[in-house]
């Protein structure tokens, strides 16, 4: 059975593309990542696939005039390759409703907060300012709205009474490393598919004990 074929979208250091490296390295798993797109030419995650041996590809944002034609080149570059699912590992563009239109539910985005809390930029600040006691990461398909569209999967982490943004963003983004690979795998099982606006729930029988904070 043909691999589901990842295209990953990055601006920064990779390490959600790292963890994706690292799951399709296994020939168990049901996808491969065929190209790596960076919007900046210093994104350190370019390194990442080019030591892992995929094909890399810069399409620098600041040599479009508009949102549309970059968003187009990405679209005629993913193409190319044969893409089914683009995968968005700390992408920080906005993309605009034609792209994300033409690739509806073959999207998806991961966030560190579960959301539908917590949308949009300074998450474990907020989080911290807020007295949440649980946090966490999701993985979702994307709509033209930021951080919307159908939850796939969800990691929750405790806050700790010691936390800053800082050792809070580390744990987040531990489970991260493990929520993504996950959330494509159920994907390119065939297990996690959008229903009107909603992933019918996977029960997976690792998904464990409720996580309660404070203990008691």
Not at 24 to 30: T, V, W
Not at 123 to 136: C, F, N, P, Q, Y
Request: aromatic residues 4%.
């Amino acid at each position: 059975m043909a691999k589901l074929r990842l295209g990953v979208l990055i601006s920064g250091r990779g390490t959600n593309l790292q963890a994706l490296i690292d799951a399709a390295a296994d020939s168990e798993f049901p996808a491969e990542i065929g190209l790596v797109i960076a919007n900046r030419p210093d994104a350190g995650g370019l390194e990442r696939a080019r030591k892992a041996g995929i094909q890399t590809l810069v399409i620098d944002h600041t040599e479009f005039n508009s949102r549309e034609s970059f968003d187009e080149a990405l679209s005629a570059a993913l193409e190319t390759q044969d893409i089914g699912l683009i995968c968005l590992a700390g992408f920080m563009r906005l993309l605009t409703r034609p792209f994300v239109e033409r690739w509806r539910d073959r999207i998806i985005n991961i966030h560190p907060s579960l959301l539908p809390a917590f949308k949009g930029l300074h998450v474990h600040e907020r989080v911290l300012d807020a007295g949440v006691r649980i946090t966490g990461c999701t993985v979702h398909f994307i709509r033209v709205e930021m951080d919307e569209g159908p939850i796939i999967a969800q990691g929750a982490v405790g806050v700790r009474a010691d936390d800053t943004p800082e050792t809070l963003a580390d744990r987040v983004l531990e489970v991260e490393h493990r929520l993504y690979p996950l959330a494509v795998r159920l994907i390119a099982e065939g297990k996690a598919r959008v229903a009107g606006e909603i992933v019918p729930y996977v029960d997976l029988a690792e998904a464990g004990e409720p996580l309660i904070s404070p203990r008691g």
